[in-house]
């Protein structure tokens, strides 16, 4: 098949569109060689004609969909322009990336908006990978520099060039960044720091405003950054090209000059500012030519404010930076001179004397204003040996003061470059090796065209040249590596437009021997160039405009440019008289002095030349195009002798519109920045690579032969010339086969055809296979009806027979029922008739019995009722007697006291004790108790006797109710008077019960309606009570959340302070470490290996960074989350005293110093304390509303039971609650009195008896056995046998804390034998060892460990016996000693341990996690391919990388987490710890996977994402079957589980979407929408997810309340901060520890 074949129907093609550049169309017929035009359908769906004269005007083909938004342009089928501007446009707008890689180029597209991919969790990412595995990222290519810096020891250099706004400077400061972070600065000061921050100061001297960018570089620059042995970064260099000087004096329309002239003048009503005397910007002629006076979002005032911190950090002092305003300032006011025309032809100049600008300038930088104002207007002359004073036209003088003012701007420039090298210069010693970032302008071309744009098009042209040498360099070590018969592949070399240039005779040749003539011109220098180029010898690359006698045009490899030769040798003189140099040199500025004395010795780089009256014969050495030249030269020969890396930026519109793409402009910049010539110069050889493993997985079904992976070298090698029969389309090497352009899209099409005829093939079987079995089914159905039929024929004949007999049964049980229903209905009414009959008779029997019981029951009553009321009205008389004779007695006592009270015997008794009035008052009471008594017992009596009276009257009536039954004769006849009384007595008697049972049921009805009521309060009261706990529950839990959160802010910031200050510490061992060694070389002095640590007491400096006078807020926090309420009263505050606390408690007032003391410390439990009383006031109030609510229910129980029940019952029941409430209230508060009594007992025994409470064993001696006693000689014996000489192995077999338990056991011993210097000096020299030994165990996960839980147990144990919680405790005897010190110590050095035991995991686990989690097959097979990944896409330039036999897996992940779990163990370290361990370590492991994931698009695929999971699986396996999944390691893989869900879901429809959004909470939209873009299908059973799916989405996304941040990757150097919970150890005692003899120790003694 040849090329012309792929011309068929429905093939992609591309033809020119004067909008789009280029344009997708697809044929509607095939190709037949001869036709003159092809019909295609436009991607707007238009169908159109494109004419075709011969087979070499065909449209480009389209690349097949497999390579839509390939990461490498090289990597493509069809390599050209249209091509590559598609796959620029669709990655850019389709997948939001801005990087491509096109070879060893890096295209970057300016994106206008800020994108979450430049932070340090990216720059972990790329740190250490392989440039071919990551997607493309300036990052890669500092990377790949990097690396090849420190693996083959050779300089690099990073090219960084594009348009105006194209991102240039943005790229550099990335770089910069990367370089400083991957490498980090050794020095105290960072070099990372002060090269930022010299960009400040850079953009505000170098960068100004232009019509294209707001922030243009008018200079290149070239920094050199200095590595050591180490790869770290310890110096750098800065160079300078080609400054824009003449933007000084001169600003184009809509244009500002440099920036700080503007800052300046926004700065001048500051105090230090207001000696420049500087006005608006618009009163300045220098500032106010472009009409822009402030650029949109930007303030002036505040870059003026970070440039000045710049120049600080830089050390650059403040009265130095004021010389450097002062001349900056004194450039503006030059501009404002006012140089005045005089004489007959306007040939002289003059200023005015008393000129205000012209005497500010001189005022400011300190020099003669006369001779300046002299000078300007005159020029001395050498003429015949003497010297000559002319004046000058006011042209001429004009043209003198702006090349004045642009000579000191380029003078100024030139020193503060000088001064940043030096403040950047390498204070140890020149660096091994380097790498260059240059950041240049690219290729310019403008409607007018000067000397700055045909100096950088030349530098554009030598670098071009250089960059074609070097891909094709680089292509052909490609084909020498693989071993291939290769010709010699021709490119364009632009040799003879740099001839041109720079050559004999050329350009900058005639330009400078113009320069050189005293009456030279630009006109006569333009006839120059016409005559020797165009009349005398023809330059194919120079041309004359047909409309302009002063321009020419030079064909440059970019575009055809036209330049005005106006100001072409003004501007390469760019000279100044000698006179007003040396004007300026005799200044009373320092500064201005320094600046032009040294230009005679230390020449720059385009700071033009010095015209004096004798012209030096080496004056045209110092034109400004020959020092670019030179400079360029010299830049040249550094990239020579460097390694490349290529980055084009590309401004994408010059509307600065986000994510805007236009066609045009980013063609124009393509075929300027050189990527369309790689492209070309790729096409041109083998552009199209497969290593054999993946040509193999891809086209194996195109393959002949054996079908094994193992040989598929042999299966490509026999079938590819079957496959392409042109042999010079293909080329095999040794590990890679080679097409050329287009030769892969010839094979996706075989491959498709071979598909699609397998596809027919299958189908007909299929298709034959299905219509063989609808015969054998059809035959199957057809006897199985037939037999069925035959059956149900049968069976409805037995049915019928069925029927005739079942109705013969039926007639004959029917006629049975009818008869049987009958005699059933005759007997039943008989039997009911009797019923009613009997009942009747019954009824009337016992209607008499009840009539007969009911006028018994009456007489009954009534005759009761009668005497009950003769006994009230005789016990009322009785009563009444009774009152009326006591209070008879009770007047009479009366009397008889008033009479006693008037007489002085009274007043005696009154006047006596309050003893006798108690006693009488008690006596009193008790004589009313025995009357009180006395009356229940007589009422007790009474109502006895009322109670035998009334069963002595039933007794009666009983017996007369029997007499009346045994005698039913008539008795003697009744009067009718007596009938009557009775029978109104009967009625009063009946409507008195009814109305008393009336009464009764409304007391009953009131009494439920009150029960009622109350349950419905009652139940309302519970409901509002539980919703105000629900209430105030969710309020503290927020609260808790919150504050929680802050301190888990101060734990994270407070252990990154440690770490730092044990970085920094470690820093200073080292330093002074290499100052002895240094030291000893002088003497060759050795010293004891013993000797090496320093058992002193400790000092505050090097063991803690906080002084002691202040808690420390790790320990405050720590004591705030994990101890109790009443240990954190005292616990918080390490230094209170008794009397402190004696103080507090009593509320009595301190000294406000005191009151001061640690308040920043106590501001966190301050808040928690004011939340908890808000929390308490308004639970009291609810408490009170309750009670009153209460009360009024007792109230209405009351008022309802009074209804009911006697007085006496409800006297009795309020007074019994009273007294059972009065007796709580009493209890609880002489429990609270005796708490307050126990408190201040203790307090005041320390407080006036500190002796005794402070060393209790003086007054009543308490020893304390079971310890060990350690003699002052042996402790420095006693701390190298137990910490800093024992062995690993030895004390691996330890018991955990063996060392720690006899330390302190020897402490104690110390302070309780009363020698506190020796417990703390023993406690001190344990703490130093126990810290020396974690340093030298620093690689040791085990030791580490052990030391860990020593430091623990130690702090704990002190912790336990330290005054102020054996205070609180009491159950231990407290150290006299004061310990606080040491065991905030002890505290920071646990937090020490625990960081270097994650820190040694974490280095071991860094280099294998991405390879053991994405990249190992733990399913065998499942990708597809024998190699790392099976259609994984590599860059061309990149080497392929084979996959060993020893790479690393998941086993070694959970061998690593083994080890650390096992280490951990040993000790018995508690399991809070081990969880907030491996919560740390899973976390590194899900965020270095998921970061990984997300900038590989090798890894988004179905079949990895399997794979991924499983091996994630594997690992929640390990975690649980350890136990460490409740500690939440299980969930910080939340991250990386739902990436691979999001990678194995689903991605057609909008259900799948919904699904898709539901699924993935833990996710970001950017995650989520990043992996769907990198979604690669790695077979033809796998779609790519389309445009449409990932809007939609984006569109779900909008609607989900994400609370996630908008970064992109997961911060990999997060830290969680550890807790370590405080549990008191049990009692330790000496006869409890097991001692080995190895440790030697048999010197301590037992006590």
Same mark, same amino acid.
């Given at each position: 098949?040849?090329?012309?074949? /792929?011309?068929?129907?429905?093939?992609?093609?591309?033809?020119?569109?004067?909008?789009?550049?280029?344009?997708?169309?697809?044929?509607?017929?095939?190709?037949?060689?001869?036709?003159?035009?092809?019909?295609?359908?436009?991607?707007?769906?238009?169908?159109?004609?494109?004419?075709?004269?011969?087979?070499?005007?065909?449209?480009?083909?389209?690349?097949?969909?497999?390579?839509?938004?390939?990461?490498?342009?090289?990597?493509?089928?069809?390599?050209?322009?249209?091509?590559?501007?598609?796959?620029?446009?669709?990655?850019?707008?389709?997948?939001?990336?801005?990087?491509?890689?096109?070879?060893?180029?890096?295209?970057?597209?300016?994106?206008?908006?800020?994108?979450?991919?430049?932070?340090?969790?990216?720059?972990?990412?790329?740190?250490?990978?392989?440039?071919?595995?990551?997607?493309?990222?300036?990052?890669?290519? %500092?990377?790949?520099?990097?690396?090849?810096?420190?693996?083959?020891?050779?300089?690099?250099?990073?090219?960084?060039?594009?348009?105006?706004?194209?991102?240039?400077?943005?790229?550099?400061?990335?770089?910069?960044?990367?370089?400083?972070?991957?490498?980090?600065?050794?020095?105290?000061?960072?070099?990372?720091?002060?090269? /930022?921050?010299?960009?400040?100061?850079?953009?505000?001297?170098?960068?100004?405003?232009?019509?294209?960018?707001?922030?243009?570089?008018?200079?290149?620059?070239?920094?050199?950054?200095?590595?050591?042995?180490?790869?770290?970064?310890?110096?750098?260099?800065? *160079?300078?090209?080609?400054?824009?000087?003449?933007?000084?004096?001169?600003?184009?329309?809509?244009?500002?000059?440099?920036?700080?002239?503007?800052?300046?003048?926004?700065?001048?009503?500051?105090?230090?500012?207001?000696?420049?005397?500087?006005?608006?910007?618009?009163?300045?002629?220098?500032?106010?030519?472009?009409?822009?006076?402030?650029?949109?979002?930007?303030?002036?005032?505040?870059?003026?404010?970070?440039?000045?911190?710049?120049?600080?950090?830089?050390?650059?002092?403040?009265?130095?930076?004021?010389?450097?305003?002062?001349? /900056?300032?004194?450039?503006?006011?030059?501009?404002?001179?006012?140089?005045?025309?005089?004489?007959?032809?306007? =040939?002289?100049?003059?200023?005015?004397?008393?000129?205000?600008? /012209?005497?500010?300038?001189?005022?400011?930088?300190?020099?003669?204003?006369?001779?300046?104002?002299?000078?300007?207007?005159?020029? *001395?002359?050498?003429?015949?040996?003497?010297?000559?004073?002319?004046?000058?036209?006011?042209?001429?003088?004009?043209?003198?003061?702006?090349?004045?003012?642009?000579?000191?701007?380029?003078?100024?420039?030139?020193?503060?470059?000088?001064?940043?090298?030096?403040?950047?210069?390498?204070?140890?010693?020149?660096?091994?090796?380097?790498?260059?970032?240059?950041?240049?302008?690219?290729?310019?071309?403008?409607?007018?065209?000067?000397?700055?744009?045909?100096?950088?098009?030349?530098?554009?042209?030598?670098?071009?040249?250089?960059?074609?040498?070097?891909?094709?360099?680089?292509?052909?070590?490609?084909?020498?590596?693989?071993?291939?018969?290769?010709?010699?592949?021709?490119?364009?070399?632009?040799?003879?437009?740099?001839?041109?240039?720079?050559?004999?005779?050329?350009?900058?040749?005639?330009?400078?021997?113009?320069?050189?003539?005293?009456?030279?011109?630009?006109?006569?220098?333009?006839?120059?160039?016409?005559?020797?180029?165009?009349?005398?010898?023809?330059?194919?690359?120079?041309?004359?405009?047909?409309?302009?006698?002063?321009?020419?045009?030079?064909?440059?490899? %970019?575009?055809?440019?036209?330049?005005?030769?106006?100001?072409?040798?003004?501007?390469?003189?760019?000279?100044?008289?000698?006179?007003?140099?040396?004007?300026?040199?005799?200044?009373?500025?320092?500064?201005?002095?320094?600046?032009?004395?040294?230009?005679?010795?230390?020449?720059?780089?385009?700071?033009?030349?010095?015209?004096?009256?004798?012209?030096?014969?080496?004056?045209?050495?110092?034109?400004?195009?020959?020092?670019?030249?030179?400079?360029?030269?010299?830049?040249?020969?550094?990239?020579?002798?460097?390694?490349?890396?290529?980055?084009?930026?590309?401004?994408?519109?010059?509307?600065?519109?986000?994510?805007?793409?236009?066609?045009?402009?980013?063609?124009?910049?393509?075929?300027?920045?050189?990527?369309?010539?790689?492209?070309?110069?790729?096409?041109?050889?083998?552009?199209?690579?497969?290593?054999?493993?993946?040509?193999?997985?891809?086209?194996?079904?195109?393959? !002949?032969?054996?079908?094994?992976?193992?040989?598929?070298?042999?299966?490509?090698?026999?079938?590819?010339?079957?496959?392409?029969?042109? %042999? =010079?389309?293909?080329?095999?090497?040794?590990?890679?086969?080679?097409?050329?352009?287009?030769?892969?899209?010839?094979?996706?099409?075989?491959?498709?055809?071979?598909?699609?005829?397998?596809?027919?093939?299958?189908?007909? !079987?299929?298709?034959?296979?299905?219509?063989?079995?609808?015969?054998?089914?059809?035959?199957?159905?057809?006897?199985?009806?037939?037999?069925?039929?035959?059956?149900?024929?049968?069976?409805?004949?037995?049915?019928?027979?069925?029927?005739?007999?079942?109705?013969?049964?039926?007639?004959?049980?029917?006629?049975?029922?009818?008869?049987?229903?009958?005699?059933?209905?005759?007997?039943?009414?008989?039997?009911?008739?009797?019923?009613?009959?009997?009942?009747?008779?019954?009824?009337?029997?016992?209607?008499?019995?009840?009539?007969?019981?009911?006028?018994?029951?009456?007489?009954?009553?009534?005759?009761?009722?009668?005497?009950?009321?003769?006994?009230?009205?005789?016990?009322?008389?009785?009563?009444?007697?009774?009152?009326?004779? *006591?209070?008879?007695?009770?007047?009479?006592?009366?009397?008889?006291?008033?009479?006693?009270?008037?007489?002085?015997?009274?007043?005696?008794?009154?006047?006596?004790?309050?003893?006798?009035?108690?006693?009488?008052?008690?006596?009193?009471?008790?004589?009313?108790? *025995?009357?009180?008594?006395?009356?229940?017992?007589?009422?007790?009596?009474?109502?006895?006797?009322?109670?035998?009276?009334?069963?002595?009257?039933?007794?009666?009536?009983?017996?007369?109710?029997?007499?009346?039954?045994?005698?039913?004769?008539?008795?003697?006849?009744?009067?009718?008077?007596?009938?009557?009384?009775?029978?109104?007595?009967?009625?009063?008697?009946?409507?008195?019960?009814?109305?008393?049972?009336?009464?009764?049921?409304?007391?009953?009805?009131?009494?439920?309606?009150?029960?009622?009521?109350?349950?419905?309060?009652?139940?309302?009261?519970?409901?509002?009570?539980?919703?105000?706990?629900?209430?105030?529950?969710?309020?503290?839990?927020?609260?808790?959340?919150?504050?929680?959160?802050?301190?888990?802010?101060?734990?994270?910031?407070?252990?990154?302070?440690?770490?730092?200050?044990?970085?920094?510490?470690?820093?200073?061992?080292?330093?002074?470490?290499?100052?002895?060694?240094?030291?000893?070389?002088?003497?060759?002095?050795?010293?004891?290996?013993?000797?090496?640590?320093?058992?002193?007491?400790?000092?505050?400096?090097?063991?803690?960074?906080?002084?002691?006078?202040?808690?420390?807020?790790?320990?405050?926090?720590?004591?705030?989350?994990?101890?109790?309420?009443?240990?954190?009263?005292?616990?918080?505050?390490?230094?209170?005293?008794?009397?402190?606390?004696?103080?507090?408690?009593?509320?009595?007032?301190?000294?406000?110093?005191?009151?001061?003391?640690?308040?920043?410390?106590?501001?966190?439990?301050?808040?928690?304390?004011?939340?908890?009383?808000?929390?308490?006031?308004?639970?009291?109030?609810?408490?009170?509303?309750?009670?009153?609510?209460?009360?009024?229910?007792?109230?209405?129980?009351?008022?309802?039971?009074?209804?009911?029940?006697?007085?006496?019952?409800?006297?009795?029941?309020?007074?019994?609650?009273?007294?059972?409430?009065?007796?709580?209230?009493?209890?609880?508060?002489?429990?609270?009195?005796?708490?307050?009594?126990?408190?201040?007992?203790?307090?005041?025994?320390?407080?006036?008896?500190?002796?005794?409470?402070?060393?209790?064993?003086?007054?009543?001696?308490?020893?304390?056995?079971?310890?060990?006693?350690?003699?002052?000689?042996?402790?420095?014996?006693?701390?190298?046998?137990?910490?800093?000489?024992?062995?690993?192995?030895?004390?691996?077999?330890?018991?955990?804390?063996?060392?720690?338990?006899?330390?302190?056991?020897?402490?104690?011993?110390?302070?309780?034998?009363?020698?506190?210097?020796?417990?703390?000096?023993?406690?001190?020299?344990?703490?130093?060892?126990?810290?020396?030994?974690?340093?030298?165990?620093?690689?040791?996960?085990?030791?580490?460990?052990?030391?860990?839980?020593?430091?623990?147990?130690?702090?704990?144990?002190?912790?336990?016996?330290?005054?102020?919680?054996?205070?609180?405790?009491?159950?231990?005897?407290?150290?006299?000693?004061?310990?606080?010190?040491?065991?905030?110590?002890?505290?920071?050095?646990?937090?020490?341990?625990?960081?270097?035991?994650?820190?040694?995991?974490?280095?071991?686990?860094?280099?294998?996690?991405?390879?053991?989690?994405?990249?190992?097959?733990?399913?065998?097979?499942?990708?597809?391919?024998?190699?790392?990944?099976?259609?994984?896409?590599?860059?061309?330039?990149?080497?392929?990388?084979?996959?060993?036999?020893?790479?690393?897996?998941?086993?070694?992940?959970?061998?690593?987490?083994?080890?650390?779990?096992?280490?951990?163990?040993?000790?018995?370290?508690?399991?809070?710890?081990?969880?907030?361990?491996?919560?740390?370590?899973?976390?590194?492991?899900?965020?270095?996977?998921?970061?990984?994931?997300?900038?590989?698009?090798?890894?988004?695929?179905?079949?990895?994402?399997?794979?991924? !999971?499983?091996?994630?699986?594997?690992?929640?396996?390990?975690?649980?079957?350890?136990?460490?999944?409740?500690?939440?390691?299980?969930?910080?893989?939340?991250?990386?589980?739902?990436?691979?869900?999001?990678?194995?879901?689903?991605?057609?429809?909008?259900?799948?979407?919904?699904?898709?959004?539901?699924?993935?909470?833990?996710?970001?939209?950017?995650?989520?929408?990043?992996?769907?873009?990198?979604?690669?299908?790695?077979? =033809?059973?796998?779609?790519?997810?389309?445009?449409?799916?990932?809007?939609?989405?984006?569109?779900?996304?909008?609607?989900?309340?994400?609370?996630?941040?908008?970064?992109?990757?997961?911060?990999?150097?997060?830290?969680?901060?550890?807790?370590?919970?405080?549990?008191?150890?049990?009692?330790?005692?000496?006869?409890?520890?097991?001692?080995?003899?190895?440790?030697?120790?048999?010197?301590?003694?037992?006590?």
């Amino acid at each position: 098949m040849t090329s012309l074949e /792929l011309y068929s129907k429905g093939a992609s093609v591309w033809i020119p569109d004067p909008d789009a550049v280029w344009v997708s169309g697809l044929l509607l017929q095939d190709y037949s060689p001869g036709e003159k035009h092809l019909l295609l359908q436009l991607s707007d769906g238009t169908e159109a004609q494109y004419p075709v004269v011969s087979p070499s005007d065909l449209p480009p083909l389209g690349n097949p969909d497999i390579l839509e938004g390939e990461n490498d342009l090289t990597a493509l089928s069809f390599l050209h322009e249209a091509a590559v501007l598609h796959n620029l446009r669709v990655r850019f707008l389709d997948y939001s990336s801005i990087y491509t890689y096109c070879g060893i180029v890096l295209v970057a597209i300016n994106p206008y908006d800020q994108l979450p991919i430049y932070g340090e969790e990216v720059i972990d990412a790329y740190s250490g990978q392989d440039m071919a595995d990551m997607e493309p990222h300036i990052f890669s290519v %500092a990377e790949e520099a990097y690396r090849t810096m420190t693996r083959e020891e050779k300089n690099q250099s990073i090219i960084i060039s594009g348009e105006s706004g194209s991102g240039k400077t943005v790229s550099a400061k990335f770089t910069m960044r990367y370089f400083a972070v991957v490498g980090g600065a050794s020095q105290q000061t960072s070099v990372e720091e002060r090269v /930022l921050a010299s960009n400040p100061i850079m953009e505000s001297i170098g960068n100004a405003k232009t019509t294209r960018n707001d922030n243009s570089s008018r200079f290149g620059k070239y920094i050199e950054i200095g590595f050591g042995r180490k790869g770290d970064i310890i110096g750098a260099n800065m *160079r300078t090209y080609l400054l824009e000087k003449s933007r000084v004096v001169f600003q184009a329309s809509a244009e500002r000059n440099y920036h700080i002239f503007y800052q300046l003048c926004a700065s001048r009503e500051l105090p230090e500012m207001r000696s420049l005397k500087l006005n608006a910007p618009e009163h300045f002629r220098y500032t106010s030519q472009g009409g822009e006076m402030q650029i949109p979002g930007t303030d002036d005032l505040s870059d003026l404010e970070r440039t000045r911190n710049a120049f600080t950090i830089l050390g650059v002092q403040p009265d130095q930076q004021m010389e450097l305003f002062r001349i /900056l300032s004194a450039v503006l006011y030059l501009g404002n001179v006012h140089i005045q025309a005089s004489g007959r032809n306007s =040939d002289r100049s003059y200023i005015d004397a008393d000129d205000r600008p /012209l005497a500010v300038f001189s005022k400011l930088l300190g020099v003669e204003g006369p001779q300046m104002a002299h000078w300007l207007c005159h020029r *001395r002359l050498a003429v015949g040996g003497e010297l000559l004073v002319k004046p000058v036209s006011g042209q001429q003088a004009v043209e003198a003061r702006d090349a004045l003012a642009k000579h000191i701007y380029g003078q100024l420039f030139t020193w503060t470059v000088q001064r940043l090298n030096s403040a950047l210069r390498s204070q140890r010693g020149p660096a091994k090796s380097f790498i260059g970032v240059l950041d240049i302008y690219g290729f310019e071309t403008f409607d007018r065209n000067s000397f700055e744009q045909f100096c950088i098009n030349y530098a554009n042209e030598k670098l071009q040249q250089q960059f074609n040498r070097h891909v094709f360099h680089l292509e052909q070590e490609e084909y020498v590596r693989e071993e291939l018969a290769w010709s010699r592949i021709e490119f364009s070399d632009n040799q003879q437009c740099i001839n041109l240039l720079e050559g004999q005779l050329g350009l900058f040749d005639l330009l400078d021997e113009e320069c050189r003539m005293p009456k030279g011109s630009d006109e006569s220098w333009v006839q120059k160039l016409y005559d020797q180029h165009l009349t005398s010898k023809k330059q194919p690359h120079f041309q004359k405009p047909r409309m302009s006698n002063s321009a020419f045009i030079i064909l440059h490899f %970019a575009d055809a440019v036209q330049y005005e030769c106006d100001g072409f040798l003004g501007k390469n003189r760019d000279t100044v008289f000698e006179e007003l140099i040396n004007i300026l040199k005799a200044s009373q500025s320092e500064l201005v002095a320094e600046l032009f004395q040294q230009q005679g010795t230390v020449p720059s780089v385009a700071n033009g030349s010095v015209r004096s009256g004798k012209r030096a014969a080496r004056e045209h050495k110092l034109t400004v195009g020959f020092q670019f030249r030179q400079s360029l030269q010299m830049l040249m020969d550094t990239l020579n002798n460097t390694t490349p890396h290529y980055v084009r930026c590309i401004k994408p519109n010059d509307l600065k519109e986000a994510f805007m793409f236009d066609p045009r402009r980013t063609v124009q910049q393509l075929r300027a920045c050189g990527v369309l010539e790689t492209i070309r110069i790729s096409a041109a050889g083998f552009p199209s690579r497969w290593t054999y493993e993946e040509f193999f997985c891809r086209y194996r079904l195109l393959l !002949r032969g054996p079908q094994l992976p193992q040989q598929a070298q042999a299966s490509c090698r026999h079938t590819l010339p079957q496959l392409i029969p042109d %042999a =010079d389309q293909y080329c095999f090497g040794k590990t890679k086969v080679f097409f050329r352009a287009g030769q892969v899209a010839l094979l996706e099409r075989l491959r498709a055809e071979r598909l699609r005829v397998a596809a027919v093939i299958i189908q007909s !079987r299929v298709r034959g296979w299905l219509g063989r079995i609808r015969h054998t089914r059809m035959c199957w159905a057809t006897l199985t009806i037939q037999r069925y039929s035959r059956g149900a024929l049968a069976r409805r004949r037995v049915l019928m027979l069925r029927y005739t007999k079942a109705a013969l049964v039926i007639q004959k049980t029917f006629r049975m029922v009818a008869v049987r229903q009958l005699f059933l209905m005759i007997r039943q009414a008989s039997i009911t008739i009797q019923a009613f009959t009997r009942g009747t008779l019954a009824r009337s029997r016992y209607r008499r019995l009840v009539a007969e019981r009911a006028a018994v029951l009456l007489q009954a009553r009534v005759r009761g009722w009668l005497a009950r009321r003769s006994y009230r009205r005789v016990r009322a008389a009785v009563v009444f007697m009774q009152c009326c004779a *006591r209070r008879r007695a009770a007047r009479r006592e009366l009397m008889k006291l008033k009479t006693e009270a008037r007489s002085v015997e009274r007043f005696r008794e009154l006047n006596k004790g309050m003893e006798v009035k108690l006693m009488q008052l008690q006596l009193r009471a008790d004589q009313e108790a *025995r009357e009180g008594a006395a009356l229940k017992e007589t009422l007790h009596a009474e109502r006895g006797a009322t109670s035998a009276e009334l069963e002595a009257l039933r007794a009666t009536i009983q017996k007369l109710e029997s007499q009346k039954q045994e005698k039913p004769q008539p008795g003697p006849a009744i009067s009718e008077k007596e009938v009557e009384e009775r029978k109104k007595a009967e009625e009063k008697a009946a409507q008195e019960i009814l109305q008393l049972t009336q009464e009764l049921q409304a007391l009953q009805r009131e009494k439920d309606s009150f029960c009622k009521e109350r349950e419905d309060l009652s139940t309302r009261l519970f409901e509002q009570e539980k919703a105000q706990g629900e209430c105030v529950d969710r309020a503290v839990s927020q609260a808790s959340a919150g504050l929680r959160a802050e301190l888990d802010e101060e734990r994270r910031k407070y252990q990154g302070l440690l770490r730092e200050f044990t970085r920094l510490e470690q820093r200073y061992d080292n330093l002074r470490e290499m100052s002895l060694l240094t030291e000893s070389t002088k003497g060759h002095r050795r010293t004891d290996s013993n000797q090496s640590l320093s058992f002193e007491p400790l000092s505050p400096t090097p063991l803690s960074p906080i002084p002691y006078d202040f808690p420390v807020p790790e320990e405050g926090r720590r004591v705030s989350v994990t101890s109790p309420s009443s240990e954190r009263r005292f616990s918080v505050w390490s230094n209170e005293t008794p009397m402190d606390q004696l103080m507090e408690l009593l509320d009595v007032a301190k000294d406000p110093a005191v009151k001061m003391k640690g308040e920043d410390l106590a501001h966190a439990y301050d808040a928690v304390r004011v939340a908890n009383k808000f929390l308490e006031s308004q639970l009291r109030n609810q408490r009170s509303q309750k009670e009153e609510e209460l009360e009024a229910l007792r109230c209405q129980l009351s008022q309802a039971v009074f209804g009911s029940s006697s007085a006496a019952q409800q006297q009795e029941l309020h007074g019994l609650l009273e007294a059972r409430e009065q007796e709580c209230v009493r209890l609880r508060r002489e429990l609270k009195e005796l708490k307050n009594t126990v408190s201040l007992r203790r307090l005041l025994t320390q407080v006036f008896n500190p002796e005794t409470s402070s060393c209790p064993a003086h007054t009543k001696p308490a020893p304390v056995t079971g310890l060990l006693e350690c003699r002052k000689r042996d402790e420095a014996k006693l701390i190298k046998n137990l910490v800093t000489d024992i062995r690993g192995d030895s004390a691996l077999s330890l018991p955990p804390g063996l060392p720690a338990s006899v330390l302190f056991l020897c402490v104690r011993h110390a302070d309780c034998s009363g020698d506190q210097a020796q417990a703390r000096s023993l406690c001190s020299a344990a703490v130093s060892a126990m810290k020396a030994a974690l340093k030298k165990h620093g690689k040791d996960v085990n030791m580490t460990a052990l030391w860990l839980k020593n430091t623990c147990l130690l702090h704990d144990l002190l912790t336990q016996h330290s005054p102020k919680q054996t205070l609180d405790s009491g159950e231990v005897a407290p150290l006299t000693a004061d310990l606080s010190d040491l065991i905030r110590t002890l505290s920071d050095l646990c937090i020490q341990a625990y960081q270097q035991l994650l820190s040694i995991t974490v280095e071991r686990l860094q280099n294998i996690i991405v390879p053991a989690l994405l990249e190992s097959e733990t399913i065998p097979g499942l990708s597809g391919s024998a190699g790392k990944m099976g259609t994984s896409r590599k860059r061309a330039a990149s080497d392929p990388r084979t996959v060993g036999v020893d790479a690393p897996t998941l086993a070694a992940v959970l061998r690593e987490l083994g080890d650390l779990h096992t280490a951990l163990s040993r000790q018995d370290l508690p399991p809070a710890l081990m969880a907030q361990a491996f919560n740390q370590l899973t976390y590194l492991i899900s965020a270095s996977a998921f970061n990984s994931l997300l900038l590989r698009k090798d890894m988004c695929s179905w079949s990895r994402g399997m794979q991924i !999971r499983y091996n994630v699986s594997l690992l929640e396996e390990w975690l649980r079957s350890r136990g460490l999944h409740t500690g939440g390691a299980v969930a910080t893989l939340e991250h990386l589980i739902q990436a691979v869900q999001l990678l194995q879901a689903g991605k057609k429809s909008e259900s799948d979407a919904q699904a898709l959004v539901q699924t993935c909470t833990a996710l970001s939209s950017q995650q989520i929408v990043k992996i769907l873009t990198l979604y690669t299908p790695h077979s =033809d059973l796998e779609e790519r997810v389309t445009l449409n799916f990932i809007r939609t989405v984006q569109g779900l996304l909008k609607g989900r309340a994400d609370g996630q941040p908008p970064q992109l990757l997961m911060d990999v150097r997060r830290v969680f901060p550890v807790t370590f919970s405080y549990s008191p150890p049990p009692v330790l005692r000496a006869e409890q520890l097991v001692i080995p003899d190895s440790l030697k120790i048999s010197f301590l003694r037992r006590a």
